[in-house]
Structures are given as structure tokens and as C-alpha cells.
């Protein structure tokens, strides 16, 4: 079992930057090819992806709308896996979720990622 743990939500304002973290822990299976992916949800409607980071490369992709504000970095000391976020618009307003599964599945559908954090929540408003 792994356990996963967003921090770094909050109110921020337009333009701001936050930077959110994932915490892994618990069981991890070290001879698998994992990977931590994060998405977005708002109220009615599915969540969104927008981008994916490999433990073992650091490697990373994105969703093509959010290359040029969103990166997401890995510190493999702390398995902590971050996104940051630059200039914030109303519209990332969500509930921020890191997941984690085992490669090889399709990495911008939710449903392959076999773990997931509680969700943290960013609300950009002035």
C-alpha cells in the first residue's frame, strides 16, 4: 500500500505562484517503473490531467495546455514530488491531486493511476 499526501493549497491571488507537494510513503515496490501524476477537479466535472513526472528518469510530460505555467519536479531523498504553478488565473481555481501507479498505463487517464492523495485545494481569487 502507498500512501500519498498533497500539501501547498491555498488562497492565492491572480498572478501569484504556489508550489504544491506530494508525499510518498508505505510500501514501494522499488523494482517497478512508477510514476506520479497530478490533476485537477472542479465541482461537476471530471478530473483533468496535467502532467506526469517517472521516479527513475525525472522524466516528464504534460497535458499541451499546461506546458508553459505547470512543471513538476521529483526529490527522490524525500519522495516528495512537487507542482509548481505560475501565474495563477481564476480558472486553476480545483482540488490539486497527486496519483502514483506503475508503469506502463495511459498516463492522462485517471483511472490507471493506483493510488491517490486526499486532494488539496487552490483557490486563486483577489
Known amino acids: 500500500q502507498v500512501h500519498l499526501i498533497e500539501s501547498g493549497g491555498g488562497l492565492v491571488q491572480p498572478g501569484g505562484s504556489l508550489r504544491l507537494s506530494c508525499a510518498a510513503s508505505?510500501?514501494?515496490?522499488?523494482?517497478?517503473?512508477?510514476?506520479t501524476g497530478w490533476f485537477r477537479q472542479t465541482p461537476g466535472k471530471e478530473r483533468e490531467f496535467i502532467g506526469m513526472i517517472k521516479w527513475s528518469t525525472h522524466g516528464t510530460y504534460y497535458e499541451e495546455s499546461k506546458k508553459d505555467r505547470f512543471a513538476i519536479s521529483r526529490d527522490n531523498a524525500q519522495n516528495i514530488v512537487y507542482l509548481q504553478i505560475n501565474a495563477l488565473k481564476p480558472e486553476d481555481t480545483a482540488v490539486y491531486y497527486c496519483?502514483?501507479?506503475?508503469?506502463?498505463?495511459?498516463?492522462?487517464?485517471?483511472?490507471?493511476?493506483?493510488?491517490w492523495g486526499q486532494g488539496t485545494q487552490v483557490t486563486v481569487s483577489s
Open positions: 508505505g510500501h514501494i515496490d522499488i523494482n517497478h517503473d512508477w510514476l
Open positions: 496519483a502514483a501507479g506503475r508503469a506502463p498505463f495511459t498516463i492522462h487517464q485517471a483511472a490507471g493511476y493506483e493510488y
